[in-house]
């Protein structure tokens, strides 16, 4: 084991390039010309790489060079060196060029998924391109990530929690009711039934679960059109309940902004629409202003209107009551 006093010893990469010119030319007159430098020059300088590697590296052979069994291995390794060295050139300038922003932006793990691409549309669409991270989870952990600027963003479809001890500011982007979707072959059995909302009385349902803003809206709204579904089914991942409905299996809601996407992308037929429930969209930040390029395009893009977007009334002040039932399974 040597000494920690020994000297430390290092490697003269400018030398190391001297050499590495004269075996890939294969001569002293060619890599002066490559260098730019006198052969005199690149002989010293190569001969103080022998001198700290212990070895001969190359020998004259006529005009040209020859290098020895240790050089040619010397020179393995300088290819390495110098091609990586390249590498990390190449990749410098363009990361200068680019000069790319990043942006870190938390989503409430209930906030509808289709409505976060519709949110951030924008801010993909934008040149030069945005790198954008996207974070699921609580609240609470989302604000504390925000606090400690781990963070730029959050989307929310509630405003934070109050006594919360974390400074933050709350900007409404918009709002929207809700689309009642289904399979087809169950939207057709529930019309037969009568007409929304009416028909939704006793229809099976897969509901956000119950600890979120969206699922006391909907049972306020249940409530006062005296409604009672069937839950058969709660979800933390609103993802998660529309793969399920496309099986039939129960009734699912989604913003009516993104309507037109999830009937495209998930086969569902809209059984009705509502203004009288549906999601608040917050974009939840640490300063007042936005401060950060990409924040402020969504901020300001997502809330001029589209004739997509509709804006939620009043909505109902009936009391939350146990408006809904259970049961652990669905018919399909």
Aim: with cysteine; glycine share 6%; net charge positive.
């Amino acid at each position: 084991m040597k000494d920690s006093t020994d000297p430390i010893e290092w490697l003269n990469y400018h030398h190391l390039r001297y050499f590495h010119a004269i075996a890939r030319e294969g001569s002293l007159r060619k890599a002066s010309e490559v260098l730019r430098c006198s052969q005199p020059s690149i002989c010293s300088q190569v001969k103080l790489l022998e001198e700290a590697l212990g070895e001969t590296l190359y020998r004259r052979s006529g005009r040209s060079i020859a290098l020895t069994s240790f050089g040619r291995v010397i020179y393995e390794y300088a290819e390495s060196i110098f091609s990586i060295g390249r590498e990390l050139l190449s990749t410098a300038r363009r990361a200068a060029s680019a000069a790319t922003l990043r942006l870190q932006v938390g989503i409430l793990d209930s906030f509808p998924k289709l409505l976060s691409i519709e949110v951030l549309k924008p801010v993909f669409e934008r040149r030069p391109v945005v790198q954008v991270t996207c974070r699921d989870g609580k609240i609470e952990d989302l604000l504390g990530q925000l606090a400690s600027h781990r963070l730029d963003a959050i989307l929310s479809d509630e405003a934070p929690p109050a006594g919360m001890q974390i400074k933050t500011f709350s900007h409404l982007l918009g709002e929207s009711g809700l689309t009642f979707c289904a399979s087809p072959e169950l939207a057709a059995r529930l019309k037969k039934k009568g007409v929304f909302p009416g028909l939704l009385h006793d229809a099976p349902f897969l509901l956000p679960t119950q600890n979120t803003t969206l699922r006391r809206d909907i049972e306020k709204w249940f409530e006062a059109n005296k409604i009672e579904p069937m839950v058969v089914g709660e979800f933390e991942d609103a993802a998660l309940a529309k793969i399920v409905a496309t099986e039939g299996y129960g009734v699912t809601v989604v913003p009516t902004i993104v309507e037109a996407e999830a009937v495209e992308r998930y086969g569902f037929a809209p059984v009705g629409r509502t203004s009288g429930c549906g999601v608040r969209l917050f974009l939840i930040t640490a300063e007042r202003n936005f401060e950060h390029p990409a924040v402020a395009l969504l901020a300001k893009q997502f809330k001029q209107p589209t004739p997509s977007k509709r804006r939620m009334s009043q909505r109902t002040k009936a009391p939350l009551t146990s408006s809904t039932r259970s049961r652990g399974a669905g018919t399909k």
